[in-house]
């Protein structure tokens, strides 16, 4: 419990400068053949196997940006004049010094890479797990500006429609997974469920590089102001065109709170967590709240779209399930870096509110539900800091009862780190529970008969496009309703993976479409509150 433990700021590089969790951003890797440019003459230079500190290299950047930054008090910059190449001999270092797996990175001269972007793409393991994954798929890169304004305020660009893919490849099938509240998609009448069938008049399976290329603008990066046209087939079948404009849209990661009763009676709190953001702190503050009042028995927490992002977040969350009497003194997580980097205290069940600006405690304490079983709805999209909830969980005894389908498996993290207006994702450290447990690469499994650690109690159920989340008719959350009253789901599928893949490479059966990683694949900030009053 967080008020047992004096904690300090968790940096993994000493000039790093952070605050806030990022959560995931594409990361630009064309360019990435290597060059033969020719060697830089002046400043430093690159020597196999020999690294200078990350601190020589910190913040001098080809292009400096000038002024004062708005996200960090207005301070100025603190960009100098560098170039491509000390771009290149920072992330070097700093990735010899804080990623996970830094014996596994070849050192390749920065100069035989015409972009900085093509150079960090490679600063990573290309070594592959026992079933054949890559054991790194889980690097990359965002504008500053684009973390910043996600990770403090959850702003975002686009229409607000979060999508998932049955098929990224023709015959395409993308539908609306949800709607952020109040967005210009809402606004204009998308529902979840509905099917793009054309984008300003291109085929959704198109298999011309123009035609592709419109379709990932338009639906994954569009400019805010612009409208643009989208035929879509909605679940009863109806097709209909729909105008709708892109914006600056306002994430809403709390969605549904609600409270339903069981066909035996038993009071059960149902709420949508959508992303591990520093807003989402007040949507589930105030749906403990209302749970407590409502005086549930069971909850369900809906976390089939959640990528990830804040470890605290996570820690927070978890000790509102469970509270003081099932924590017991016992600690949410410990990381476990490279051999380069100290031994952290383990990261503990945190039981007051954050002030996420700052990144203190404000001695506020967080309401609790006492529960010693929570239900998890999940998909492969279901990754991260959601997974380190379930984990953390699970090394406290707490009973998790997973419904839907096998996690994303991502037992790993990061400190976002900035430099040169530019935020940096790369593997820094894994985790283990309470039990010393963190081994599930392969995602946690919902299986009515668990046998291994990863092994979660609870049935494979499809994702249910045909129903709206939170309805009680909806496969996964009727299947959580159902096992409180039974202790056993309806409609299981025998299938042991039932989720669409998100990504996929260019097939035999045309050109795929490339959403940004940033979509869907949020990462887990190690960033950690230090103790005390906000406002000191």
């Known amino acids: 419990m967080f008020k047992s ?53 910190y913040n001098q950047c080809a292009v400096p940006r000038t002024g004062n930054d708005p996200f960090n008090d207005n301070q100025p910059y603190p960009d100098e004049a560098g ?10 270092s700093w990735s010899d010094e804080t990623y996970l797996w830094y014996d596994e990175i070849e050192d390749n001269n920065p ?27 889980f690097h990359f890169s965002e504008p500053t500006e684009d973390f910043y304004k ?20 023709p015959p395409r099938i993308l539908r609306v997974a949800y709607l952020e509240d109040n967005s210009p998609a809402q606004n204009a009448g998308f529902q979840r469920g509905d099917t793009v069938l054309s984008v300003d008049n291109v085929s959704i399976d198109t298999n011309t590089e123009a035609g592709v290329n419109t379709l990932n603008e338009v639906l994954f990066g569009p400019t805010a102001g612009n409208s643009h046209n989208f ?75 959640n990528g990830g992002g804040l470890l605290a977040m996570s820690a927070q969350l978890a000790y509102m399930v469970a509270g003081d009497a099932n924590i017991q003194n016992r600690y949410f997580y410990q990381t476990i870096q490279n051999d380069k980097q100290p031994e952290e ?17 404000t001695g506020n304490s967080l ?68 039990k010393g447990f963190g081994e599930y690469a392969n995602g946690f499994m919902p299986t009515p008969s668990p046998q291994f650690d990863a092994d979660v109690k609870g049935c494979i159920v499809a994702d249910d496009f045909d129903h709206q989340l939170g309805d009680s008719n909806e496969a996964l959350l009727s299947n959580a309703l159902y096992h409180v009253d039974n202790n056993s789901c309806l409609n299981v599928s025998s ?34 509150p230090t103790k005390g009053n906000a406002n000191e």
């Open 367 to 434: 309401p609790d539900l006492n529960l010693s079983k929570v239900y998890v709805l999940s998909t492969s999209g279901t990754c991260s800091a959601s997974e380190a909830f379930v984990n953390g969980l699970k090394g406290i005894d707490a009973e998790v009862i997973l419904i839907g389908d096998t996690t994303c498996g991502k037992p790993y993290g990061f400190t976002p780190t900035h430099n040169c207006a530019t935020t940096y994702y790369t593997i820094q450290f894994s985790g283990a529970n309470f």
């Open 345 to 361: 205290a383990p990261f503990p069940f945190i039981d007051q509110e954050i002030d996420y600006s700052t990144f203190r405690t």
């Open 111 to 137: 100069d035989n890479f015409e972009s900085v972007a093509a150079y960090f793409a490679q600063l990573k393991t290309e070594q592959t797990t026992d079933s054949g994954a890559k054991k790194d798929n």
């Open 83 to 92: 170039t491509e190449f000390t771009e290149k001999m920072w992330l070097r």
């Open 150 to 169: 996600e990770s403090q305020s959850g702003v975002v660009s686009g229409y607000g429609i979060n999508w998932s893919f049955i098929s990224n490849t």
């Open 5 to 57: 433990n004096a904690l300090s700021l968790a940096v993994l590089v000493a000039l790093s400068g952070l605050s806030l969790a990022g959560c995931g951003g594409g990361s630009s890797t064309e360019n990435t053949s290597p060059t033969t440019s020719p060697p830089t003459s002046n400043g430093p230079t690159w020597t196999a196997g020999v690294f200078a500190p990350s601190s020589e290299f």
């Open 231 to 305: 035929k879509i087939r909605s679940n009863d079948g109806t097709e209909k065109s729909i105008n709708v404009t892109a914006g600056n849209i306002s994430k809403t990661p709390v969605q549904n709170v609600n409270t339903l009763t069981t066909a035996n009676g038993t009071k059960v709190g149902y709420m949508q967590f959508n992303s591990h953001i520093s807003v989402a702190q007040q949507g589930l503050i105030d749906a403990v709240n209302k749970f407590k009042a409502d005086n549930i028995d069971d909850l369900v927490i809906d976390f089939r779209y």
């Open 495 to 528: 299938n042991a993976k039932v989720q669409p893949q998100l990504f996929s490479q260019t097939s035999n059966k045309g050109i795929a479409l490339t959403p940004p990683k940033s979509l869907y694949n949020t990462n887990m900030d190690l960033t950690r």
